[in-house]
């Protein structure tokens, strides 16, 4: 498959515009580049995507950044439980064979 340079300038803006919709909830830059790093990871084409694939794929040694991204709490709300935004549909996706 071939993908032109134009294509993937249009995803990696279309990335940015994104994380700007949700950076707020983050105090620090680490934070938000993981999670750049994180979403970029579940539009890869990895065969399984877990904490090891993913942080792999960042170049991380290990899933800890990953996982404290999703875990790690800010008054009362976790990240993980932070919404899409009203116009990024939610899916439910489950990873099956890994």
Known sequence: MLVLVDEVVGWRA???DLLARFAHRFGRAEPRRQALTYLVGLL???ACKNGWTLAEAAGDA???RMQRLLTVRRGTQTRS???CP???PSTSATTRGC
């Open 14 to 16: 279309g990335l940015d």
């Open 44 to 46: 890869s084409p990895l």
């Open 62 to 64: 290990t899933p800890d």
């Open 81 to 83: 439980a932070m919404t």
């Open 86 to 88: 009203p116009t990024y």
